[in-house]
């Protein structure tokens, strides 16, 4: 699943709805890759793994039962810290409020 890293946010969204890897396994692929190469580079300051994995679980239990949280059902990304709420790496889920900018 590594290879998974390396494609487009696109290919990875199809990748999932074809359910060719679960949302977990290209979670882990991601994580995996942040653990090599972010110590050196410190690109994510806060990366809260448990919370990344619970939501990949749900996008994965969303996805079997036919759900979709949208065109990016699943897909790990990285939020910004461009507000008071903590970043995040978590699948995406298109019902999710975008994070408010701070006064």
């Known amino acids: ?3 998974l ?3 487009t946010i696109q290919e990875q969204a199809a990748t999932l709805r074809a359910r ?3 949302s977990v396994e290209v979670l882990e692929a991601h994580l995996a ?3 090599k190469h972010n ?3 410190n690109a994510i300051v806060t990366l809260d793994e448990e919370r990344a994995r619970k939501r990949a679980r749900e996008a994965d ?3 079997a039962r036919g759900e979709s949280w949208g065109p990016l059902h699943g897909v790990p990304i990285t939020r910004p810290r461009a507000s ?3 970043p995040a790496f978590l699948p995406w889920q298109a019902t999710s409020p975008p994070p408010t900018q701070p006064s």
Request: proline residues 5%.
């Open 39 to 41: 110590p050196k580079i």
């Open 84 to 86: 008071a709420r903590r």
């Open 61 to 63: 239990a969303a996805l």
């Open 20 to 22: 060719r890897a679960s």
């Open 5 to 7: 890293v390396f494609t």
């Open 1 to 3: 699943m590594s290879n």
């Open 33 to 35: 890759q942040i653990a």
